[in-house]
């Protein structure tokens, strides 16, 4: 069965940065679409990126584009997202995903598996 276990998360303050790591097993990061989408308490999941499986191309949601980084290991078989300019709005948690697209509703109606989440709280 696929194993997707994300780490890094915790408390950092506004401004900051924090980098996921989200660890897999039983699958292969760079055959699969990958993503990261979050959820915060009372809101809706949002996607916050994806990478394609194919050319390694990217995409971001607005609010976090410019301050966020997907990318993958290959070798060690790792997802990573790398957060700067944290702000309490990006408060939420945070999951790793293997996905059947890249598209704007790959977090809608195109995820494959998920792991647990990780939290991230930013606050001062």
């Known amino acids: 069965q696929v194993q997707l276990v994300e780490s890094g998360g915790g408390l950092v303050q506004p401004g900051g940065s924090l980098r996921l790591s989200c660890a897999a097993s039983r699958l292969t990061v760079g055959y699969y679409f990958m993503g990261w989408f979050r959820q915060a308490p009372g809101k809706e999941r949002e996607g916050v990126s994806c990478?394609?499986?194919?050319?390694?191309?990217?995409n971001y949601a607005d609010s976090v584009k410019g301050r966020f980084t997907i990318s993958r290991d290959n070798v060690k078989n790792t997802l990573y997202l790398q957060m700067n300019s944290l702000k309490p709005e990006d408060t939420a948690v945070y999951y790793c995903?293997?996905?059947?697209?890249?598209?704007?509703?790959?977090?809608?109606?195109?995820?494959?598996?998920w792991g647990k989440g990780t939290l991230v709280t930013v606050s001062s």
């Open positions: 990478i394609s499986s194919s050319d390694g191309s990217t």
């Open positions: 995903a293997r996905a059947r697209r890249c598209d704007s509703r790959w977090y809608v109606d195109g995820l494959d598996y």
